[in-house]
């Protein structure tokens, strides 16, 4: 059962950085699509950026673009969210999550329905 487990949350000033790590219990293969979600209180789990491996290709969510990137580093088994220019919206918890893809390359998708995999999420404060 491959698991995740994600690190690097905490509290940071508004325009502060922070970068979210994701370890994989096993090798990040070309036909996982890699994504980062976020759920604040009483709000839905919503896409930030994801990766598709077969593709190489990223999307991100339109509140995030410019400030947030989404990376993999296959030798290690870990996936990074680099978070720029932080605001006090952000403020969640965030969770990295896989998606099996055996089928045609695609391009990765925000929707948090079809992945398969799921950090435990690691909390993120925005705030002064």
């Known amino acids: 059962q491959l698991q995740l487990v994600e690190s690097g949350g905490g509290l940071v000033q508004p325009g502060g950085s922070l970068r979210l790590s994701c370890a994989a219990s096993e090798l990040i293969r070309d036909w996982y699509d890699i994504g980062w979600f976020r759920q604040a209180p009483g709000r839905e789990r919503e896409g930030v950026s994801c990766?598709?491996?077969?593709?190489?290709?990223?999307d991100d969510n339109d509140s995030v673009k410019g400030r947030f990137s989404i990376s993999v580093d296959n030798a290690n088994n870990m996936v990074y969210l680099q978070m720029n220019s932080l605001k006090p919206e952000d403020t969640a918890v965030y969770y990295c999550a896989l998606d099996v893809n055996r089928g045609a390359p695609r391009e990765c998708l925000l929707r948090p329905e079809i992945y398969d995999y799921w950090g435990q999420g690691t909390q993120v404060t925005v705030s002064s």
């Open positions: 990766l598709s491996s077969s593709l190489g290709t990223t």
